[in-house]
């Protein structure tokens, strides 16, 4: 049978990727910088004209990911939907291990030791035993699909439009700084939580900031809307009909508007914005990193109340 075909061109794109990642045989073409876009030669490691490296940069990388992807614009979004959606099968696979997989539970029951252990926020873990890598895992965390999915959901409305104004490097250190800020202040008043909630509103915050920037209508109902939204969260939130953080939520959002204000509403123009951007996202790459290999490193340490 015969695939359709924005399919043929789809798998096209992915084998042509895949060839490039494992070495396999491609003709030789000029290529163009993924910093700052100018034409260089077919053997150049380095731009001539910003100096980025070609082969080792989160921007030579995230070119990669957007040809696996077929997603040229936001290939942090994908990553981070990938990463999400990775955990919460990790998640799922903890709690089998001790026989609490079954049932409803992967709907909105994965709650308990095993996500403590993969780095959910624990106040005194954070704040007496200095495992503040807890503030960066824990969003990666979810209590199941029910969750999941409302906040992929959000991710894949605001990430790529966000990621497009800002650029990839600018916007991953935005949902890492943001979601970070957000769980420090709920564990900062002794909650326990996980979720990429805290993250989305900083996404939700930073848009809030483009449009208090921006005059017209469209600006205006896009800002109703949003603060509409959030409102209807807080309240839910209060009510105790869902379980919500609103403090990781505030927090998210307030870190998220300020970055908002801070950062200008486009992509790097110039070889400075460009090596300032790169910066906070190889800074934010490089927290994730370390994160999940702390907590690796720490996932059979005893639990408070535990010998």
């Not at 910088?33 to 034409?39: D, F, I, K, M, S």
């Not at 999915?149 to 650029?167: C, D, S």
Request: glycine share 14%; aromatic share 12%.
């Amino acid at each position: 049978m015969t695939l359709p075909y924005r399919w043929q061109w789809r798998l096209e794109r992915w084998k042509n990727a895949m060839r490039g990642f494992f070495g396999g045989e491609q003709q030789p073409r000029p290529k163009l910088c993924p910093v700052c876009g100018a034409l260089v030669g077919i053997n150049a490691t380095r731009c001539h004209e910003c100096g980025a490296n070609l082969r080792f940069s989160l921007a030579a990388l995230g070119k990669k990911l957007s040809g696996v992807f077929g997603d040229n614009e936001a290939p942090i979004t994908t990553a981070l939907l990938i990463a999400n959606i990775s955990m919460l099968g990790v998640s799922w696979l903890s709690f089998a291990a001790i026989g609490e997989g079954g049932g409803l539970n992967i709907l909105w029951g994965l709650v308990g030791e095993p996500q403590f252990r993969l780095g959910a926020t624990y106040p005194l873990l954070i704040f007496y035993r200095n495992e503040w890598w807890r503030l960066i895992t824990a969003m990666f965390l979810h209590a199941g699909l029910v969750h999941i999915g409302f906040n992929m959901m959000a991710l894949m409305q605001f990430g790529p439009a966000l990621e497009e104004v800002y650029g990839s490097a600018r916007y991953l250190f935005l949902y890492v700084v943001t979601g970070a800020f957000g769980f420090l202040l709920s564990a900062g008043t002794g909650h326990f939580s996980l979720g990429a909630s805290g993250a989305l509103l900083g996404l939700v915050g930073a848009t809030l900031a483009i449009t208090s920037k921006r005059g017209g209508v469209y600006m205006r109902e896009i800002r109703s809307r949003l603060i509409t939204s959030v409102a209807i969260l807080f309240l839910l939130g209060f009510s105790g009909f869902m379980a919500m953080d609103n403090l990781a939520h505030g927090g998210g959002l307030a870190a998220g508007f300020a970055l908002g204000k801070l950062f200008v509403d486009r992509k790097p123009m110039n070889v400075k914005e460009t090596r300032i951007a790169y910066t906070l996202g190889w800074l934010a790459g490089i927290v994730v990193i370390a994160s999940f290999i702390l907590m690796f490193l720490h996932f059979r340490d005893p639990l408070p109340g535990r010998g």
